[in-house]
């Protein structure tokens, strides 16, 4: 089982996006009041364009956690929120 927060999650992102990572209930993200299952995780890529030709850099990714919750990572910035289904409120921002 892995456990997460907010402050790791940054650093635990990658690893969950690898090949390697099965989800399968053992992956928790901790919000310091209860603990969401993640569902799946996916990346977010921005695509410039570089020299006459296109580039799509990582940015960060979006972690799908039980009940509705979706926590967006920014690795770019180290940033993390955590936002419901209801109106796109952000319940959390580190």
Do not use: P
Request: aromatic share 12%; with cysteine.
């Amino acid at each position: 089982m892995i456990v997460f927060n907010s402050k790791s999650a940054c650093y635990i992102s990658r690893m969950l996006n690898s090949q390697n990572t099965h989800l399968h209930s053992e992956v928790f993200f901790y919000d310091g009041l209860q603990s969401y299952r993640v569902i799946d995780i996916t990346q977010i890529n921005q695509v410039i364009e570089n020299k006459g030709g296109f580039q799509s850099i990582l940015t960060g990714f979006s972690v799908y956690l039980d009940d509705g919750y979706k926590l967006e990572l920014d690795v770019i910035n180290s940033t993390s929120k955590l936002i419901t289904n209801d109106n796109n409120q952000n319940l959390l921002y580190s």
